[in-house]
């Protein structure tokens, strides 16, 4: 038994391996080689038409197509009838994605400093919503960012009760940057927290002693200590805002695509080779950008050592603490804050029973009730989309936590061949949904012949496995950082005892990680409830769809008019759904820890 249970580990790597070599290298394989190949065998030819072209890559050109028929984001006019100087399809992604982790830091970082140097009731719950962004499906903020800043929205809305407006900001550069800052923010907040909650206060009170001002001792002393995590957080969001797909698709559409949405326009022209393309250039630049991120993760987790925080002081410490401009300025940020995160979820639920004049009403969701006993072609059915994402909810689940697992492991254990190891199995993060449907499609759903016998993957069955892929990587985030912190005595105790590896990680060290176990369930769940990028391309027609891909159709069902409420609906409805099934999952695992 000993021999067997000292094999399952090598065992469970081999399976996951093997799992993603299936339904991840091979179908993003077989799009990075569509980039140098042609009909089998080898060409640049695919590369050099697409960066020979200034419409991706950016040149000084002469307009001679009309505005609407190209991107117009990444336009930038030097002078009417002028030649104009294009930063290019690329170029415009990377700028959008830089104003965006700007406009991120900007937002985040005041938070961090907030949670890190402040004690006021209620932090704690604040510090831990904070990963409330990463459950919540994209591109249902989208449909609540339009329904709170669209041109019938509730902003909109306010300023006319007091005789302004409206304001226009749908389609815009400023509306997409404002969401990814949703999305984003939180993260340079609770990476730079941790950080500030780790600099060395001894550090700090020697600066002031030998005569340093306090902004002195912040320069000298506390900011060098904070920039790894700073950097850290500004190169994942700069990853996530390049990559970004359903959050420019429902804000900006082709007017401001980016490269996932240019790449999606492709697919759906079947432009499978152009498409290809663009997706290896993609994966190339992204995996530049996560290895730079892992070295300032390195470089964060090195400066870390054992030390005296800094403390927190009171928020707020009787009315005088009132007149203190540090106090006041965090104070209209907290309003900010509340506005721009609580807005958009408030404003899609409102809006959803809400007509334009202001009338509470329930028609939008009687809609969506029609829409299930319709039984005309193309109609989109709500209740079978809901089904639909909790079955693959569950299905991804089942594969998503033993893989996780696996990964997890292999992360604790020391060697080079662990890391190596722990590269490969989690090189999901640095791909694109897009990219991986778009594999999928080209190999398992249109089929592959595997020693003679054509093998394919159906719709429900490729979007399953495609959702464990984007959700796996959660449960080891959550696993890992539990799984080290095991007291090591303990496994030898029992190794010494006669227990193998695998009853050791089963029946000491996994009940130990349980919560964290159940948090990366949780995150596994809801961020495939959400998961739009993949599941676009791969969902069958109707019988497939999920509810974001309904809601996505719902958006763009243009015999709706440019009424936002059956969207919004079906909005709430997956904002329910998505935080019913992410408590209920959290409530178990809270069991394990009573």
């Not at 109707?542 to 008019?561: C, F, H, K, Q, W």
């Given at each position: 038994?000993?021999?067997?249970?000292?094999?399952?580990?090598?065992?469970?790597?081999?399976?996951?391996?093997?799992?993603?070599?299936?339904?991840?290298?091979?179908?993003?394989?077989?799009?990075?080689?569509?980039?140098?190949?042609?009909?089998?065998?080898?060409?640049?030819?695919?590369?050099?038409?697409?960066?020979?072209?200034?419409?991706?890559?950016?040149?000084?050109?002469?307009?001679?197509?009309?505005?609407?028929?190209?991107?117009?984001?990444?336009?930038?006019?030097?002078?009417?009838?002028?030649?104009?100087?294009?930063?290019?399809?690329?170029?415009?992604?990377?700028?959008?994605?830089?104003?965006?982790?700007?406009?991120?830091?900007?937002?985040?970082?005041?938070?961090?400093?907030?949670?890190?140097?402040?004690?006021?009731?209620?932090?704690?719950?604040?510090?831990?919503?904070?990963?409330?962004?990463?459950?919540?499906?994209?591109?249902?903020?989208?449909?609540?960012?339009?329904?709170?800043?669209?041109?019938?929205?509730?902003?909109?809305?306010?300023?006319?009760?007091?005789?302004?407006?409206?304001?226009?900001?749908?389609?815009?550069?400023?509306?997409?940057?404002?969401?990814?800052?949703?999305?984003?923010?939180?993260?340079?907040?609770?990476?730079?927290?941790?950080?500030?909650?780790?600099?060395?206060?001894?550090?700090?009170?020697?600066?002031?002693?030998?005569?340093?001002?306090?902004?002195?001792?912040?320069?000298?002393?506390?900011?060098?200590?904070?920039?790894?995590?700073?950097?850290?957080?500004?190169?994942?969001?700069?990853?996530?805002?390049?990559?970004?797909?359903?959050?420019?698709?429902?804000?900006?559409?082709?007017?401001?695509?980016?490269?996932?949405?240019?790449?999606?326009?492709?697919?759906?022209?079947?432009?499978?080779?152009?498409?290809?393309?663009?997706?290896?250039?993609?994966?190339?630049?992204?995996?530049?950008?996560?290895?730079?991120?892992?070295?300032?993760?390195?470089?964060?987790?090195?400066?870390?050592?054992?030390?005296?925080?800094?403390?927190r002081t009171p928020l707020l410490d009787g009315w005088r603490s009132l007149l203190d401009p540090r106090r006041l300025g965090l104070l209209?940020?907290?309003?900010?804050?509340?506005?721009?995160?609580?807005?958009?979820?408030?404003?899609?639920?409102?809006?959803?029973?809400?007509?334009?004049?202001?009338?509470?009403?329930?028609?939008?969701?009687?809609?969506?009730?029609?829409?299930?006993?319709?039984?005309?072609?193309?109609?989109?059915?709500?209740?079978?989309?809901?089904?639909?994402?909790?079955?693959?909810?569950?299905?991804?689940?089942?594969?998503?936590?033993?893989?996780?697992?696996?990964?997890?492991?292999?992360?604790?254990?020391?060697?080079?061949?662990?890391?190596?190891?722990?590269?490969?199995?989690?090189?999901?993060?640095?791909?694109?949904?897009?990219?991986?449907?778009?594999?999928?499609?080209?190999?398992?759903?249109?089929?592959?012949?595997?020693?003679?016998?054509?093998?394919?993957?159906?719709?429900?069955?490729?979007?399953?496995?495609?959702?464990?892929?984007?959700?796996?990587?959660?449960?080891?985030?959550?696993?890992?950082?539990?799984?080290?912190?095991?007291?090591?005595?303990?496994?030898?105790?029992?190794?010494?005892?006669?227990?193998?590896?695998?009853?050791?990680?089963?029946?000491?060290?996994?009940?130990?990680?349980?919560?964290?176990?159940?948090?990366?369930?949780?995150?596994?769940?809801?961020?495939?409830?959400?998961?739009?990028?993949?599941?676009?391309?791969?969902?069958?027609?109707?019988?497939?769809?999920?509810?974001?891909?309904?809601?996505?159709?719902?958006?763009?069902?243009?015999?709706?008019?440019?009424?936002?409420?059956?969207?919004?609906?079906?909005?709430?409805?997956?904002?329910?759904?998505?935080?019913?099934?992410?408590?209920?999952?959290?409530?178990?695992?809270?069991?394990?820890?009573?």
């Open positions: 038994m000993r021999v067997r249970g000292d094999w399952a580990l090598p065992v469970g790597v081999a399976a996951t391996l093997l799992t993603l070599v299936a339904v991840f290298y091979y179908p993003v394989g077989s799009v990075l080689a569509s980039a140098v190949s042609v009909g089998g065998r080898l060409t640049l030819s695919p590369l050099v038409a697409v960066l020979g072209d200034p419409f991706y890559t950016g040149a000084f050109h002469s307009l001679v197509t009309e505005p609407t028929t190209v991107p117009r984001g990444f336009v930038r006019w030097v002078g009417s009838g002028t030649p104009s100087v294009r930063l290019g399809l690329f170029g415009f992604t990377a700028y959008q994605a830089l104003l965006s982790t700007l406009a991120s830091v900007a937002v985040g970082l005041p938070g961090a400093y907030l949670l890190a140097r402040f004690e006021f009731p209620g932090r704690r719950f604040v510090r831990s919503v904070t990963i409330l962004p990463f459950v919540l499906p994209s591109i249902m903020v989208a449909v609540g960012f339009l329904a709170m800043f669209g041109r019938t929205g509730l902003l909109n809305d306010l300023l006319g009760v007091v005789g302004l407006g409206p304001l226009e900001l749908t389609f815009t550069l400023e509306l997409i940057v404002l969401a990814h800052a949703f999305y984003n923010a939180p993260l340079v907040t609770r990476l730079v927290t941790a950080a500030w909650e780790s600099v060395d206060a001894d550090r700090v009170e020697t600066a002031r002693t030998l005569g340093a001002t306090p902004r002195r001792a912040f320069r000298d002393v506390t900011l060098p200590q904070l920039l790894p995590a700073l950097l850290t957080a500004s190169v994942l969001t700069f990853v996530f805002t390049f990559m970004s797909f359903p959050l420019v698709l429902a804000l900006g559409g082709l007017q401001l695509a980016t490269v996932e949405v240019w790449l999606y326009a492709r697919v759906r022209d079947l432009a499978l080779t152009e498409a290809a393309t663009l997706g290896a250039l993609e994966t190339a630049l992204s995996l530049g950008l996560v290895y730079v991120y892992l070295r300032f993760e390195a470089m964060q987790i090195r400066s870390r050592g054992e030390s005296r925080g800094l403390a209209a940020y907290g309003a900010v804050v509340l506005v721009l995160f609580v807005g958009p979820l408030a404003s899609l639920v409102i809006e959803s029973v809400t007509t334009p004049s202001g009338r509470l009403t329930l028609d939008y969701y009687a809609f969506l009730l029609s829409q299930q006993s319709s039984a005309a072609a193309g109609t989109t059915r709500p209740l079978p989309a809901i089904v639909n994402s909790l079955l693959f909810g569950a299905g991804a689940l089942l594969l998503a936590l033993p893989m996780g697992v696996v990964v997890s492991v292999v992360a604790t254990r020391d060697g080079r061949g662990s890391r190596l190891a722990e590269a490969l199995l989690t090189a999901p993060l640095a791909v694109s949904g897009i990219v991986l449907g778009l594999g999928m499609l080209r190999t398992l759903v249109f089929g592959t012949t595997v020693f003679g016998h054509r093998i394919t993957l159906t719709g429900p069955v490729a979007i399953v496995a495609a959702h464990a892929v984007a959700g796996y990587p959660f449960v080891s985030r959550n696993v890992t950082p539990a799984l080290s912190g095991v007291d090591d005595r303990l496994g030898e105790a029992a190794r010494a005892l006669g227990a193998d590896r695998t009853a050791v990680l089963t029946d000491i060290e996994l009940p130990l990680v349980a919560p964290a176990l159940v948090a990366g369930a949780a995150f596994a769940f809801a961020i495939s409830v959400g998961e739009f990028d993949s599941t676009v391309l791969l969902a069958e027609g109707l019988d497939s769809a999920t509810m974001p891909v309904a809601l996505e159709r719902y958006i763009g069902n243009r015999s709706l008019g440019p009424n936002l409420g059956p969207a919004t609906a079906m909005g709430t409805v997956l904002l329910a759904v998505t935080t019913v099934s992410f408590v209920i999952i959290d409530r178990v695992g809270g069991r394990w820890e009573r």
